[in-house]
């Protein structure tokens, strides 16, 4: 049973100032995700992924269609007790210490004094703030709170979580630490759904991916079914000797004391023995593969 279902969800909003007109920012969306996953949702901006999001957490409510998270409608209180969310762009008491805030929002799940101290401790260790755990929010650069979200989500030990740009605002050390957080929630049975425009951390991270353009669904799947497995050719690089030069008539980029090729498939062996008269040294053999970032961008510009 799939523990995110959405049928056809629609979202209309308003807009103009005299003579109001219906804009769609969601249009029949019909989507699954199952139990013990990752989902990455992936769009530019404006395709859709936030409003996605806010009606699942029940902020908005939909023009036309249904979705159900564990079974229950939006807004069920059974349900949210079994879920996380992070906002897009949080926004916390800035007076209150990372601290604190933790303890705040664990009060709201019925932990006695002695439990919220050890989740608070153990969750700012699992982001990176111990050390900062008696520093106030309003000090925080925005990593530091976005890191804070994070916690803040995972608190509870929800079975589903909920990421609207995690990795927003987080510098390369943050979004790794972010990536081995999310994997680690799904070693420990939890469901993954979040929205990204970093395409390698989809990649990287996710089960499967949902691309969103223009308020609709243009693909959904794993990423090896996304995208196709069709060897474009190979790249072969090499280094010369001192002195000798690449073989004439063939296009190649430099990087330093490397050259790069790029040749057919199968023409690969006949461009080594070339390589090999002009006593180069092959030091790898790459297939090239189309990426997500180039289904991705062949999706939009459609």
């Keep these: 049973m799939p523990v995110v279902e959405a049928e056809r969800l629609t979202k209309d909003y308003l807009t103009g100032f005299w003579r109001k007109v219906p804009k769609r920012s969601l249009d029949g969306l019909t989507l699954e995700i199952r139990e013990n996953e990752v989902f990455g949702f992936l ?3 404006g395709a859709g992924k936030t409003t996605t999001i806010k009606l699942l957490m029940n902020l908005i409510f ?3 269609g249904s979705a ?6 939006p807004g069920d209180p059974s349900m949210l007790r079994r879920i996380g969310y992070l906002p897009e762009q949080p926004y916390f008491y800035d007076y209150l210490t990372a601290g604190e805030l933790l303890d705040y929002f664990a009060q709201f799940y019925g932990y006695d004094a002695a439990e919220r101290r050890r989740r608070v401790d153990r969750f700012l260790e699992r982001v990176g703030l111990a050390s900062s755990r008696d520093v106030q929010l309003r000090k925080f650069s925005k990593g530091m709170a976005q890191r804070c979200g994070l916690a803040q989500a995972i608190l509870h030990d929800p079975e589903v979580i909920f990421l609207d ?12 630490e972010v990536r081995d957080l999310i994997l680690e929630l799904k070693r420990e049975g939890r469901t993954v759904f979040f929205s990204t425009h970093i395409l390698p951390d989809a990649e990287t991270l996710c089960d499967r991916v949902g691309v969103l353009s223009e308020g609709r669904l243009r693909g959904c799947g794993s990423v090896q079914e996304l995208v196709s497995m069709e060897v474009q050719g190979m ?5 010369l000797p001192p002195g000798a030069a690449p073989p004439e008539g063939i296009e190649f980029t430099q990087t330093g004391d490397r050259y790069r090729w790029q040749v057919p498939e199968a023409e690969l062996y006949a461009a080594i023995d070339r390589l090999r008269q002009s006593r180069a040294r092959v030091v790898s053999v790459i297939r090239i593969r189309p990426s997500l970032e180039d289904y991705f961008f062949g999706l939009v510009k459609k």
Excluded: K
């Design 235 to 239: 790249e072969i690089v090499f280094e």
């Design 43 to 45: 769009g530019p901006n």
């Design 68 to 73: 159900r998270i564990l079974g229950c409608p």
């Design 62 to 64: 939909p023009t036309s």
């Design 165 to 176: 740009e995690p990795m927003s605002g987080l510098d390369p050390v943050g979004r790794r």
